[in-house]
Nanobody, 119 residues
Framework: QVQLVESGGGLAQPGGSLTLSCVASGFSFNRYVMGWYRQAPGKTCELVASISDENRSTIYEEAVKGRFSISRDNAKKTVYLQMNNLKPEDTAEYYC????????????RGQGTQVTVSS
């Protein structure tokens, strides 16, 4: 059974940092591109960052470039999202998934990890 378990969210002040983690199981993690999605209330689900399986090349959504960093540890079957210089508009529920072979709907898979940026 494929499982993706996100953690690390919380409340941060503008300009602060958080690191999200996603532990995967039930599939060959190192063979898949992994990504982080987010959905804020009233907004559509968006892919904010992805990292390839082999050469670990990364792609970022424009709004997070230079602030967010995605990485992976294949031995731990974990993908991370380091978020720096957080802004109120980063407030959202965050989910990890496999962009090329989705596990359910990326922002409707159940409970992700909530990030709230507020002073």
């Amino acid at each position: 059974q494929v499982q993706l378990v996100e953690s690390g969210g919380g409340l941060a002040q503008p300009g602060g940092s958080l690191t999200l983690s996603c532990v995967a199981s039930g599939f060959s993690f190192n063979r898949y591109v992994m990504g982080w999605y987010r959905q804020a209330p009233g907004k559509t689900c968006e892919l904010v960052a992805s990292i390839s399986d082999e050469n670990r090349s990364t792609i970022y959504e424009e709004a997070v470039k230079g602030r967010f960093s995605i990485s992976r540890d294949n031995a731990k079957k974990t993908v991370y999202l380091q978020m720096n210089n957080l802004k109120p508009e980063d407030t959202a529920e965050y989910y990890c998934n496999r962009p090329n072979v989705l596990v359910g709907l990326p922002c409707s898979r159940g409970q992700g990890t909530q990030v709230t940026v507020s002073s």
